[in-house]
């Protein structure tokens, strides 16, 4: 087992980085994990259980603060609950190096989508002086985000975002949210605040399916979860209540940091000479 103090380090790291991002809480521990020598198959399915303790504390701290939207979250999380335990079995298919691989090509693909909507947004047009809460400034011009409204086209799109999600999240051992976050901005176009808050409620279901498929698979380790979880759940408080004050661009480039960060450590490890531990 890794040193429990760099554990400890890795709980309250990623707990904030859950709270304050709604993301964070998966995708950096699987990454964290694996850099601290937990084999990647253990390191999927732990970081998922992790997810799920952490994840569940944070979503209480949203509801609390109100940046966090119980309808969406539901509309993304129930479809992802089949899709996450299929996504595990098929984790079982891949080696290490694969696996480590394929997760570095998600994070990057999800880094350049986030890299490339300010052009996108720069396509479309408004009216000259028109501002919203949470918009997005693209040409001069501020495009407000529009409120999200549960009609059958927003529940469609939705549903169809969290199944694939889902699927992802069971094969990697994310909780989603650092998906999550940039399909509710790209394509329901949700405020930064509430996106966050809402994922972390929305990967609570997939999150749970996909851990008991792993545990059944004994890819979780019970001495590494409790080395992390107590910084975890003290690392989300914080991460919850900086939300509540930092700006949409904060959030953002915070958010693409990471994934930047991520992205390059688990391509280095998985082209290198040797493997993953």
């Known amino acids: 087992m890794p040193n429990p103090l760099v554990l400890a380090a890795i709980g309250g790291f990623t707990g904030f980085l859950a709270g304050f991002l709604g993301a964070g809480g998966g995708f ?18 732990t ?5 799920i303790i952490v994840g569940l504390w944070g979503t209480v701290l949203h509801l609390r603060q109100g940046t966090a939207d119980p309808r969406l979250a539901l509309s993304l999380g129930v479809p992802s609950i089949v899709t996450a335990i299929l996504g595990a079995q098929a984790a079982e298919a891949l080696d290490e190096r694969a696996l480590t691989l394929w997760f570095g090509v998600l994070t990057g693909a999800v880094l350049v989508a986030l890299l490339l ?65 940039p399909f509710m ?10 996106a966050v808050g809402s994922s972390l409620f929305a990967i609570l279901l997939g999150s749970l399916a996909g851990a008991l498929a792993h545990s059944s ?54 082209v290198g000479s040797r493997g993953p531990r």
């Open 117 to 181: 909507e300010p052009r996108l947004l720069r396509r479309r047009t408004v009216p000259a002086g028109v501002a919203g809460g949470g918009g997005v400034v693209s040409a001069g011009a501020t495009i407000p985000r529009k409120e999200f409204t549960l009609d059958v086209r927003s529940v469609t799109v939705a549903g169809a975002g969290g199944a694939a999600i889902g699927a992802l999240k069971g094969l990697f051992g994310v909780g989603g949210g650092f998906l999550l976050v």
């Open 185 to 194: 901005l790209l394509f329901l176009r949700i405020p930064e605040r509430i």
């Open 28 to 45: 950096a521990t699987v990454v964290l994990f694996i850099a601290a020598g937990v084999a990647v198959h253990d390191a999927v399915g």
């Open 47 to 51: 970081s998922l259980a992790f997810t």
């Open 217 to 270: 698979l004994g890819n979780v380790e019970l001495d590494v979860l409790f080395w992390t979880v107590p910084g975890g759940l003290a690392g989300s408080l914080l991460g919850a209540r900086t939300t509540a004050k930092a700006s949409g661009p904060v959030i953002r480039a915070t958010f693409t940091a990471v994934m930047l960060a991520s992205t390059a450590y688990l391509l280095a490890t998985s």
